[in-house]
């Protein structure tokens, strides 16, 4: 294993006489990763392979894996997640920043190593769940007192957010708003 770049600088010229793979662990510094909210419980692990490309350009393949702590979108309580990313990216020094794509990447034809710390940001922050619960079923903060109502009941009468579903669902008559009914029907000439 080659322990060359923790901090995932690779010098290029280390890519001449080969593949060059590397297997550890990232540093969890959050001014690094810049993840707003969400933080790291410790460095992200990488697993890679890096070629150079003969025609000019490097290849890195491998995973990388972290545990990440969020908030739950709906209660707002810091849960933990893994994330595991598989890593197919290109480091291509004839594209600009403007041409990037997924898993493609411009890189400075005249740096001296490749940072691949932004790449693996990119992709770890494309791998994070969108919508993040503590369960499935978390019932969220109450809209009217604030209470976490997982852990309790506070009674407050409070209109389901999904209440025009319901009204659709069931479709009861004496629900006679003049509006719906207008619009019912309207656009089928
Ligand atoms: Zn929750
Ligand atoms: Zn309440």
Same mark, same amino acid.
């Given at each position: &294993?080659?322990?060359?770049?923790?901090?995932? &600088?690779?010098?290029?010229?280390?890519?001449?006489?080969?593949?060059?793979?590397?297997?550890?662990?990232?540093?969890?510094?959050?001014?690094?990763?810049?993840?707003?909210?969400?933080?790291?419980?410790?460095?992200?692990?990488?697993?890679?392979?890096?070629?150079?490309?003969?025609?000019?350009?490097?290849?890195?393949?491998?995973?990388?894996?972290?545990?990440?702590?969020?908030?739950?979108?709906?209660?707002?309580?810091?849960?933990?997640?893994?994330?595991?990313?598989?890593?197919?990216?290109?480091?291509?020094?004839?594209?600009?920043?403007?041409?990037?794509?997924?898993?493609?990447?411009?890189?400075?034809?005249?740096?001296?190593?490749?940072?691949?710390?932004?790449?693996?940001?990119?992709?770890?922050?494309?791998?994070?769940?969108?919508?993040?619960?503590?369960?499935?079923?978390?019932?969220?903060?109450?809209?009217?007192?604030?209470?976490?109502?997982?852990?309790?009941?506070?009674?407050?009468?409070?209109?389901?957010?999904?209440?025009?579903?319901?009204?659709?669902?069931?479709?009861?008559?004496?629900?006679?708003?003049?509006?719906?009914?207008?619009?019912?029907?309207?656009?089928?000439?």
């Amino acid at each position: &294993m080659n322990k060359g770049f923790p901090a995932g &600088m690779l010098a290029f010229d280390r890519l001449e006489s080969g593949q060059v793979e590397w297997s550890g662990r990232l540093s969890a510094d959050p001014s690094l990763w810049d993840l707003d909210d969400v933080a790291l419980i410790d460095g992200p692990e990488v697993d890679l392979s890096i070629d150079a490309f003969t025609e000019g350009g490097v290849h890195v393949r491998g995973r990388l894996g972290a545990a990440v702590e969020m908030d739950c979108r709906r209660c707002l309580e810091r849960i933990v997640r893994k994330v595991d990313v598989d890593l197919d990216l290109r480091f291509d020094p004839d594209i600009g920043p403007e041409d990037e794509t997924e898993g493609l990447y411009a890189v400075d034809p005249d740096a001296p190593e490749l940072d691949l710390l932004p790449a693996l940001r990119e992709e770890l922050l494309l791998a994070l769940p969108e919508f993040p619960l503590c369960r499935l079923d978390c019932k969220g903060i109450c809209p009217k007192c604030g209470i976490n109502r997982n852990e309790g009941n506070c009674g407050c009468q409070v209109e389901p957010a999904d209440s025009r579903w319901d009204v659709l669902r069931q479709r009861f008559p004496q629900e006679s708003d003049a509006a719906e009914g207008a619009g019912r029907g309207s656009d089928d000439g």
